[in-house]
């Protein structure tokens, strides 16, 4: 088959390079540089497993900027294009996706669409009737910042929004691609499986807070948040995992999806929802409390991003806690080597480690390496299990 997939971030070159071991894939961005090292066979993104598959791998895989190339005698186009939370209208904006489906229709209006991007409940229906279409469906994607690629390979579950032919057709290519044996694949309707994209997202928001209130209550109460939850995960119905303490939910997916859950809760009863947006605030709120405390002069922030693996801080929880320290007046220098400028949003950036150690009264560190050892007298942090 040929498959085009419209979007080169996370979601769609992990699936292109999934899915070019065994057919021809032809994926289509805006920006030229993607483009190239893409043909060039580097990575544009941070992910272990598809530096590996492009340098070592058979890949049927080619990067254009030409949507004609692209969609042309294409089988499945592969929508992944971004979708960011628009706070004024408490939507995901979702233009990006109408633009390659206006495009689509334009080069080869028969091909079956795809949509990964994550959208609102009801969003392929309304498309449908926008566009006066049927050629479309929606199948959501469960992948983490940095190990894309790795979670196509080994899925949790596959979900198809959509009863038909063509969706297990798609589902089989997935399950193709995949190393892992014995995938669960489910089949269901297009709502229902936005929904199960949003409600998944918004659960896994609700674990880390969970967590990160039982880590706050313990701060001030002076109790081992550690022994509570290792004590606490020895229930298998608690479990021992997705439970280090943070600054707060991140990254590109979770803040944005709990907001786009919340607003499709507009007339329904709830006060789990809607508290799983507002615990985030609080404990960033309660993070840069905790570092005010110490009063200092001068913060460093090692690493905007917040994952091992990952070089993406969209929406990352630490950006919180600058700007309210800020606001307080104090001094921000950021630690940040996936960064080249001399300055983030007016912040000062120090890459030298040594030099920024010796500037700063606070380190600020939501994960701890081993490279802050020498350090640990300035170092505040919650990380209490070095993962996750």
Same mark, same amino acid.
Do not use: W
């Given at each position: 088959?040929?498959?085009?997939?419209?979007?080169?971030?996370?979601?769609?070159?992990?699936?292109?390079?999934?899915?070019?071991?065994?057919?021809?894939?032809?994926?289509?961005?805006?920006?030229?540089?993607?483009?190239?090292?893409?043909?060039?066979?580097?990575?544009?993104?941070?992910?272990?497993?598809?530096?590996?598959?492009?340098?070592?791998?058979?890949?049927?895989?080619?990067?254009?900027?030409?949507?004609?190339?692209? $969609?042309?005698?294409?089988?499945?186009?592969?929508?992944?294009?971004?979708?960011?939370?628009?706070?004024?209208?408490?939507?995901?904006?979702?233009?990006?996706? *109408?633009?390659?489906?206006?495009?689509?229709?334009?080069?080869?209006?028969?091909?079956?669409?795809?949509?990964?991007?994550?959208?609102?409940?009801?969003?392929?229906?309304?498309?449908?009737?926008?566009?006066?279409?049927?050629?479309?469906?929606?199948?959501? *994607?469960?992948?983490?910042?940095?190990?894309?690629?790795?979670?196509?390979?080994?899925?949790?579950?596959?979900?198809?929004?959509?009863?038909?032919?063509?969706?297990?057709?798609?589902?089989?290519?997935?399950?193709?691609?995949?190393?892992?044996?014995?995938?669960?694949?489910?089949?269901?309707?297009?709502?229902?499986?936005?929904?199960?994209?949003?409600?998944?997202?918004? $659960?896994?928001?609700?674990?880390?807070?969970?967590?990160?209130?039982?880590?706050?209550?313990?701060?001030?109460?002076?109790?081992?948040?550690?022994?509570?939850?290792?004590?606490?995960?020895?229930?298998?119905?608690?479990?021992?995992?997705?439970?280090?303490?943070?600054?707060?939910?991140?990254?590109?997916?979770?803040?944005?999806?709990?907001?786009?859950?919340?607003?499709?809760?507009?007339?329904?009863?709830?006060?789990?929802?809607?508290?799983?947006?507002?615990?985030?605030?609080?404990?960033?709120?309660?993070?840069?409390?905790?570092?005010?405390?110490?009063?200092?002069?001068?913060?460093?922030?090692?690493?905007?991003?917040?994952?091992?693996?990952?070089?993406?801080?969209?929406?990352?929880?630490?950006?919180?806690?600058?700007?309210?320290?800020?606001?307080?007046?104090?001094?921000?220098?950021?630690?940040?080597?996936?960064?080249? *400028?001399?300055?983030?949003?007016?912040?000062?950036?120090?890459?030298?480690?040594?030099?920024?150690?010796?500037?700063?009264?606070?380190?600020?560190?939501?994960?701890?390496?081993?490279?802050?050892?020498?350090?640990?007298?300035?170092?505040?942090?919650?990380?209490?299990?070095?993962?996750?």
């Amino acid at each position: 088959m040929k498959i085009a997939v419209a979007g080169t971030g996370y979601v769609g070159l992990s699936i292109a390079t999934l899915l070019s071991q065994n057919h021809e894939v032809v994926a289509l961005d805006i920006v030229k540089e993607k483009v190239d090292l893409l043909n060039d066979r580097i990575s544009p993104i941070v992910d272990a497993e598809i530096t590996d598959f492009l340098i070592n791998k058979d890949l049927n895989l080619r990067a254009t900027l030409d949507k004609v190339e692209a $969609y042309i005698n294409a089988d499945f186009v592969v929508i992944a294009a971004p979708t960011d939370y628009n706070e004024v209208t408490n939507n995901f904006d979702t233009r990006a996706v *109408e633009a390659v489906i206006s495009d689509v229709l334009e080069v080869n209006p028969n091909t079956t669409m795809v949509i990964k991007s994550t959208i609102p409940v009801y969003y392929t229906q309304s498309v449908k009737e926008k566009f006066g279409i049927d050629n479309i469906f929606f199948s959501p *994607e469960f992948l983490r910042e940095g190990l894309a690629l790795y979670d196509n390979l080994y899925p949790s579950r596959i979900v198809v929004g959509e009863k038909s032919k063509r969706a297990e057709t798609f589902a089989n290519l997935l399950v193709e691609g995949a190393i892992k044996k014995d995938i669960e694949v489910l089949y269901t309707d297009s709502n229902e499986a936005e929904a199960i994209k949003l409600f998944s997202n918004a $659960y896994l928001g609700l674990r880390v807070s969970y967590f990160n209130e039982i880590d706050t209550y313990c701060e001030i109460n002076n109790l081992d948040t550690k022994q509570i939850i290792e004590g606490m995960g020895l229930d298998p119905r608690v479990g021992s995992h997705y439970n280090n303490p943070s600054f707060g939910y991140g990254g590109y997916c979770l803040p944005k999806d709990t907001k786009q859950l919340l607003a499709n809760y507009s007339g329904v009863p709830n006060n789990i929802i809607k508290a799983i947006v507002d615990a985030n605030d609080t404990r960033k709120e309660h993070i840069a409390n905790m570092i005010l405390k110490r009063n200092p002069k001068t913060v460093g922030i090692y690493r905007l991003t917040m994952k091992t693996g990952s070089d993406n801080f969209r929406a990352s929880a630490i950006q919180g806690v600058i700007k309210r320290l800020s606001d307080k007046g104090v001094k921000i220098i950021i630690n940040e080597p996936v960064l080249n *400028e001399t300055d983030f949003e007016s912040f000062g950036i120090e890459n030298n480690l040594d030099a920024f150690i010796n500037i700063c009264d606070v380190i600020v560190a939501n994960r701890v390496t081993e490279e802050l050892q020498d350090c640990k007298d300035k170092i505040y942090t919650r990380d209490i299990f070095s993962r996750d």
